[in-house]
């Protein structure tokens, strides 16, 4: 019998953590002088605890039990969320990376990845709350007044508010320019908000006293489009004209929730800003500058997506490596003798490809995940000469961190039914649960579709491939690594390969963007994934020089041998299931004219 | 009022066991925090602290016998909010339990402690020993495997709720005194210290370390004694002759009717 679902591996988190991404070099930046790894592996410790103990357990009955709006036009969570919100807070989970001076502990964003990950992968929704609450503290951390800190940061911070990103409209959701929210000015210097917003999570749920939407709005007479955007805290509840503790309705309506597919102990909801005149907004950062600080929420949103795909895969692999484990079913191929018992279906060469497959998507799509949060801990905290260079990276790269663990991962969670047989196609067995979940990682945060233009228009063309060549140099440096620490040379030589794949694909669609720019970007999301492919593949490179390197003087079946060739054959598998698409969609982004020609009336 | 609190770090008892030679292997094993020890600091705790006040009735040391360099659990439990820490520094997977128990008994007289709390066991070894010797030493009333614990100030006395094999004993023991204590002793009602409401329901289980409770602990104080300065010989009255892997316990079988059963288990297993 195998014990429960361990979410994720815990030997690999070390693994990720220490040996490929090197936490303990973060001690040396000022910012993070107080750690030490001992600090940082207690803290995951402690929250991978929290997940395995009380997240996973509550996981079930809040996907079967979603919240509704109630006849009193109010939305109530899950009862058990009111056990685990506090429990959540009280480790730290919200303030965690922020600094000590605004009540955080200044953990580097790497680490904290590391232990969120235990988190979403026990409870998407029962996160969703604390990951939606950091970003808007954070937000007003950076652009609020000190007043506005003070009033929403600060309780959002300490869990006594929650909070939430409002941008999407019934007729504004990826083009979030046409958004038509109003709000007048006021002489008290707050603002007067009308409008609807549609999808907001965690907008109501009863488990703090209030919850701050951090709201996109148009101040009247502003121009259109993105430049006219602004955004402002609205508050459900907001404070009494009187001094003191006295909150007043904020004239904020729920107006219906969102039957979901999955994320379902999370409610989403339709809000109605202002039907009495009465809501009130206050303005953070500059006028019509509203769109660009979102983007500091919306960034770390994004990076936060691509862990909950991992996450999300990684639960959902485990289960199906626990069942391919006991499930006796067939023979080995060749023994007809039926009075033989039946072998466990992990004994089957292609159930092994099924793991081993999600294994490499799962694992690639994690240390995916914690180079992009090491890449924004550099450029916040590093030193000063290599901050511009690791910024720039982390740009660059969102939108494939948000992306690459959504769509394989969606695919790894389809393979972890798949081994569940006619079991996994039932709701008595999760697996169907994570699918459902899944599906949502390519869609909110900027559909995948959105992330290819942002990749390929404005990182790649429009910067005529200056990030890419920075990253191309970490790319160059991995390979020569992964040659000098003994590494099958087959897979160096076939990033190489797809490097310089790209590298051509990149020119001719540079040069048809200069001709015509639709065109070029037609392919944006091919383009996407085949970079995707290619960042994944180098992360995997670098996992095989580390396990290469930990191998050598280690005894036949000592310590963590089996985990370290288990590494190996999964960077294999990468480079074999995976890397030799770049090639075919290389191919399509060039010569595959169907779709880019089609007059839509004829389908 | 100070409280003793024993702690061990053991290799993580959820991974599968490999072996080198003759022994098990640890060379890659996580070590982790015996869990009976966070129930003994969590009951320590409890006792320590009055709900809703700021103030704290007794000051928690945890003790433990480890390389000194090898402390993450006593940083663990300096977390959970333990005051402070006494290391031992030795290489305890050498040493037998009477060992252990002087080394124990000895911090415990140099500190003037009032109460020695210990988890009922620890999960590698499962000796059951340390704090029943410890007692023995220090020539201390004992209760062991309590499943409740009520402190009367007034009386300077333990009240507590010992799980034995035909049920629940109540035994009131006097302070100075040592406790072992069993897995129900964290549950919400199970710890009460006359200050904290008697009422007030504790999260089920040892509370865990948050990161701001971590991020303290480094600046909490840890002392380190070696066995030599406490006047501790090492001995080894136990020697480990081998360390094997239990018998795999064979494939099941399913019968077709009860009678089969009961046949089966009078003629077969001999067991009816
Ligand atoms: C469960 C859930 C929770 C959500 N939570 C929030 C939240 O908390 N706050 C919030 O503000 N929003 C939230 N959203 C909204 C979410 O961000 C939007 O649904 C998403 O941005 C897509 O917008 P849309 O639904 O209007 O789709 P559309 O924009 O209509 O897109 C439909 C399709 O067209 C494609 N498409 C659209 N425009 C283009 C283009 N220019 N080029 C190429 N393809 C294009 C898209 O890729 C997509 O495939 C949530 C959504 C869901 C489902």
């Known amino acids: ?603 | 009022m100070k409280i003793l609190v024993t702690v061990k770090r053991i290799p993580d008892p959820d991974e599968s066991l490999k072996f080198a030679g003759n022994a098990i292997d640890t060379s890659s094993s996580k070590w982790v925090a015996n869990a009976f020890d966070e129930y003994a600091v969590e009951t320590a705790l409890r006792m320590a602290e009055h709900i809703g006040n700021k103030d704290r009735l007794a000051e928690v040391i945890v003790c433990s016998v480890c390389p000194k360099d090898k402390r993450q659990h006593v940083t663990q439990f300096l977390a959970m909010g333990a005051d402070r820490g006494v290391i031992v520094d030795a290489d305890e997977t050498a040493m037998d339990s009477q060992t252990v128990a002087k080394l124990v008994a000895e911090v415990f007289r140099r500190e003037g402690c009032d109460l020695l709390v210990s988890g009922k066991l620890s999960q590698d070894s499962e000796g059951n020993e340390v704090a029943q010797r410890a007692a023995g030493l220090l020539d201390l009333p004992q209760a062991s495997f309590a499943a409740t614990l009520r402190w009367d100030r007034g009386a300077n006395a333990l009240t507590v709720g010992r799980e034995v094999d035909d049920g629940v004993e109540t035994k009131t023991i006097p302070l100075p005194a040592v406790v072992s204590v069993d897995l129900r002793i964290v549950l919400p009602h199970s710890v009460k210290n006359g200050a904290t409401a008697d009422d007030h329901k504790y999260s089920d289980g040892a509370r865990l370390a948050s990161l701001r409770g971590i991020t303290m602990a480094k600046r909490k104080k840890v002392d380190v004694h070696t066995p030599a300065a406490l006047g501790v010989t090492p001995s080894s009255h136990v020697a480990v002759a081998g360390v094997t892997a239990p018998e795999k316990r064979a494939a099941g079988q399913i019968v077709d009717s009860a009678q089969t059963l009961v046949n089966k288990l009078i003629t077969e297993a001999k067991v009816l």
């Open chain 1, 1 to 603: 019998m195998s014990g429960p679902n361990p979410l994720v591996d815990d030997r690999d988190i070390a693994f990720l953590l220490h040996d490929v991404h090197r936490a303990e070099d973060l001690v040396a930046y000022p910012a993070f002088a107080h750690h030490d790894r001992e600090t940082f592996d207690l803290y995951v410790d402690s929250v991978r605890r929290l997940a395995r103990e009380a997240l996973y357990p509550a996981y079930r009955t809040m996907d079967e039990h979603p919240p509704r709006l109630e006849p009193d036009g109010r939305v109530r969570a899950h009862a058990i969320m009111h056990e685990l919100w506090p429990r959540m807070v009280e480790l730290g989970l919200i303030s965690a990376t922020r600094p000590e001076a605004v009540g955080g502990m200044a953990l580097p964003l790497l680490v904290s990845t590391a232990a969120d990950v235990y988190s979403m992968a026990a409870n998407l929704a029962a996160f969703g709350y604390v990951g939606l609450t950091r970003g808007a503290a954070h937000l007003i951390e950076a652009f609020g007044t000190d007043e506005l800190r003070e009033r929403f940061m600060t309780p959002m911070l300490e869990g006594r508010f929650t909070g939430t990103m409002a941008l999407t409209e019934p007729h504004a959701g990826s083009s979030l320019g046409d958004l038509t929210t109003k709000a007048v000015p006021t002489e008290g210097g707050h603002y007067l908000i009308r409008g609807s917003k549609i999808f907001i999570s965690a907008a109501d749920h009863g488990i703090t006293d209030n919850v701050v939407n951090l709201t996109l709005a148009r101040i009247e007479g502003a121009p259109a489009g993105t430049a006219g955007i602004s955004l402002f805290a609205v508050p459900q509840r907001r404070p009494g004209d009187g001094s003191g503790d006295d909150w007043v309705d904020n004239d904020v309506h729920v107006t219906g929730a969102i039957h979901k597919v999955g994320w379902r102990g999370l409610p989403s909801l339709a809000l109605s800003f202002g039907e009495r005149g009465d809501c009130h907004g206050w303005l953070v950062g500059p006028e019509h500058r509203g769109l660009a600080c979102m983007f500091q929420m919306m960034n770390e949103a994004r990076i936060m997506v691509g862990l909950n795909g991992v996450a999300t895969a990684s639960v959902a692999y485990h289960e199906s490596l626990a069942y391919a484990r006991e499930r006796a079913q067939g023979r080995p191929l060749g023994d007809k003798d039926p009075t033989r018992p039946p072998v466990a279906i992990v004994e089957h060469a292609d159930v092994r490809r099924m793991l081993l497959r999600q294994k490499a998507i799962v694992e690639g799509g994690l240390s995916l995940v914690m180079q992009t949060a090491r890449w924004a801990d550099d450029a916040a905290h590093g030193p000063p000469h290599a901050r511009k260079r690791a910024a720039a990276l982390l740009d660059f790269i969102t939108p494939i961190t948000k992306s690459f663990p959504a769509e394989r991962g969606y695919l790894s969670n389809t393979l972890a039914l798949q081994i569940h047989g006619g079991y996994g196609y039932s709701s008595e067995y999760l697996p169907e649960a994570w699918l459902r979940d899944q599906k949502l990682n390519s869609i909110h945060e900027g559909t995948t579709g959105i992330q290819a233009l942002d990749l390929l228009g404005r990182k790649v063309l429009r910067e005529g491939g200056r990030t890419l060549a920075l990253l191309a140099e970490e790319l160059h440096a991995a390979v020569a690594e992964a040659a000098q620490a003994g590494v099958d040379p087959r897979l160096g030589q076939a990033l190489q390969g797809a490097m310089t794949t790209t590298a051509e694909l990149v020119a001719h669609l540079g040069a048809l963007a200069q001709a015509n720019p639709t065109e070029a970007l037609a392919h944006a999301t091919d383009f996407l994934d085949l970079l995707s492919t290619v960042v994944v593949a180098w992360q995997w490179l670098r996992q095989a020089t580390v396990a290469t390197r930990c191998l050598e003087g280690l005894a036949s079946g000592r310590g963590r041998e089996g985990f370290l060739r288990a590494k190996l054959a999964t960077a294999e598998c990468f480079f074999d299931a995976e890397l030799p698409r770049v090639a075919a969609l290389a191919h399509r982004c060039r010569h595959d004219r169907s779709y880019v020609e089609l007059d839509p009336r004829w389908l």
